[in-house]
């Protein structure tokens, strides 16, 4: 077997790890309702709930970017997925708050494995040239697993609205054994052993600072943004649409599964041609607007037609407007993707901190006003990408009438 086909399979394999674990997260999203009606929890718990899984991932994430050059992205992703499969375990026997909440503590360590070692993975793997491909692919594969996650969520739910969560489980737990024999591990020892020699030492508040002080810092605030309303609009889906319609299980499923699957061909068909064509920084802005304008449609819809219509909408903006962002941040990290692509974690995790908290505690005053809030905040990163694009361009300009 020639040293291209191992590499591709490499990456062929990490893609399905990535799909695998989202298989696993797009599971639980249907029975949510229904597990917070089971433990009387609010809808500013659910919240408290899903940022506790960030902000878990947010204190791990600039360690993690650093073990992943120290340990190896192989490691890094084995022990992520052995990790997540724990962590649905006891989300899965959890009766009490507390259990839950420990495992999506845990689950938000497990990702910020897995992640920064997946994007570091790829941008070992790719050149330039083919990397917006690839990590088209990489949201390709995120997509299709809420495709295929929440539709089998909902069947498996038939069994008990905690079956879900074993199943999840049992996937991330198949997803690592396949990883420990047939990946290959794409930073070399000698590297590693170079990256060790250097007794480098993580300090969260430190690795803060230098990612304000650094070039990438206003891609990482958009980012910042970008997770925060974001997460107050899906992280809030399935408490909406049962609030206000009534939708059961096997709704919600079919709504998430038609959104996704618009994404997933966009990613896979056309965002290497999109980035060729507009470049990421358009796209972006233009994939904030359709997303802000199609979230503020969602309040006034009422038909379940209109709301999956809607909907698909919003994930399709959503589904090309993270892979633009990260192939930007990507190209534009050079020698520091572990780096970058901690930070990238970690600025996604402040994001999901602070959007599904507040988005429950408006949950609770009025179930539209999480909506309105996100396009809000939406808008708000198309205006600071636009100035900072603006920003870039006048220095460029300068730089060459020098």
Not at 59 to 88: N, Q, W, Y
Not at 262 to 286: C, P, R, T
Request: aromatic share 14%; charged share 10%.
């Amino acid at each position: 077997m020639s040293t291209v086909t191992k590499e591709k399979m490499s990456l062929a394999l990490v893609l399905f790890n990535l799909f695998i674990a989202y298989v696993g997260i797009g599971l639980a999203v249907p029975v949510m309702p229904s597990i917070a009606k089971e433990m009387h929890l609010s809808g500013q718990m659910v919240g408290y709930m899903i940022s506790a899984f960030a902000f878990a991932q947010l204190l791990a994430s600039p360690f993690t970017g650093v073990m992943v050059e120290t340990l190896g992205r192989k490691k890094m992703i084995v022990f992520g997925l052995c990790l997540f499969s724990f962590s649905e375990i006891l989300f899965g026997i959890g009766t009490q708050a507390w259990v839950i909440f420990a495992s999506r503590i845990l689950g938000g360590i497990s990702d910020a494995f897995i992640m920064p070692a997946v994007i570091t993975y790829i941008a070992d793997r790719t050149s330039i040239e083919n990397r917006a491909k690839v990590l088209g692919y990489q949201a390709a594969a995120i997509s299709a697993g809420f495709i295929i996650g929440p539709g089998l969520g909902g069947f498996i739910a038939e069994l008990g609205i905690r079956a879900p969560f074993f199943f999840a489980a049992a996937f991330a737990f198949i997803a690592a054994i396949f990883s420990i024999f047939l990946l290959q591990e794409s930073l070399s020892q000698e590297q590693m052993e170079k990256n060790r020699a250097q007794h480098i030492r993580v300090n969260f508040f430190a690795e803060m600072k230098k990612s304000v002080q650094s070039v990438y810092f206003v891609p990482f605030l958009i980012v910042f943004v970008l997770a925060f309303g974001l997460a107050a609009y899906e992280m809030m889906f399935s408490l909406f649409v049962d609030a206000k319609f009534g939708f059961t299980a096997k709704d919600i499923a079919f709504i998430i599964t038609i959104g996704s699957i618009l994404g997933v061909v966009a990613q896979i068909l056309f965002f290497e041609k999109m980035v060729a064509k507009f470049g990421e920084k358009n796209i972006i802005h233009a994939s904030l607007v359709i997303a802000a304008l199609f979230i503020i449609a969602t309040v006034f819809v009422s038909s379940y037609l209109a709301i999956m219509v809607v909907t698909s909408i919003v994930f399709f903006a959503c589904d090309i407007l993270r892979p633009a962002v990260t192939s930007l941040l990507s190209k534009m990290a050079g020698e520091n993707q572990g780096f970058v692509a901690g930070m990238n974690s970690t600025y996604t995790s402040l994001g999901i901190i602070a959007g599904p908290a507040i988005g429950g505690f408006l949950f609770d005053l009025n179930i539209n006003a999480p909506y309105m809030f996100a396009a809000v905040i939406l808008l708000a990163a198309l205006v600071m990408s636009t100035l900072w694009n603006r920003k870039s361009q006048l220095k460029l300009n300068g730089q060459s009438n020098d």
